[in-house]
């Protein structure tokens, strides 16, 4: 009787443990999957297609950046241009650490991506950056973000 109870205690447990983790991962949760860099969130949105342009210069500092209370860290740099100096927001860390192209402060760069104003500053969420003969595509021409791609629908 002692082992029946156990046994069946034992199974409501995993099978506790088993579907709370589906609820918490699961899909209907908006961008949670991706650190909230994912496209259901207000970050993704301040993207907008009609605002994409070209830039090129020098990196000065790359660090992380947490745009908005609950997502995880990401990366950004400063890029200095002929005409000023802006923050380009690349991505969340976990991608561009696992990435073959990799950006270094005095690096020349050319970034296509979409201005926005970020803490009241201006900014450039990247779409693409070209290093040299290398190119890091970070999202298309929708602002779609390419860590994303395989939930795409």
């Not at 009787?1 to 991962?25: C, E």
């Not at 993704?44 to 000065?60: C, F, W």
């Not at 002929?82 to 976990?94: C, M, N, V, Y």
């Not at 803490?119 to 929708?142: C, F, H, Q, W, Y």
């Amino acid at each position: 009787m002692k082992r029946t109870i156990g046994a069946v205690s034992m199974m409501v447990a995993l099978v506790t443990l088993f579907f709370s983790t589906v609820l918490y991962a699961g899909p209907w949760m908006g961008c949670r999957g991706s650190g909230g860099w994912g496209m259901g969130g207000a970050y993704a949105r301040l993207y907008d297609p009609k605002t994409v342009q070209t830039i090129s210069g020098e990196i000065t500092s790359l660090e992380q950046i947490t745009p908005y209370k609950g997502m995880s860290y990401g990366v950004h740099m400063l890029v200095k241009t002929d005409k000023e100096t802006i923050s380009i927001h690349l991505g969340p860390a976990w991608y561009l650490d696992n990435q073959d192209v990799k950006l270094e402060p005095k690096d020349k760069v050319t970034i296509t991506g979409s201005r926005i104003v970020f803490d009241g500053k201006p900014a450039l969420i990247a779409a693409e950056i070209k290093k040299g003969s290398d190119v890091l595509k970070l999202r298309d021409e929708n602002g779609f973000p390419v860590w994303s791609g395989w939930r795409r629908r």
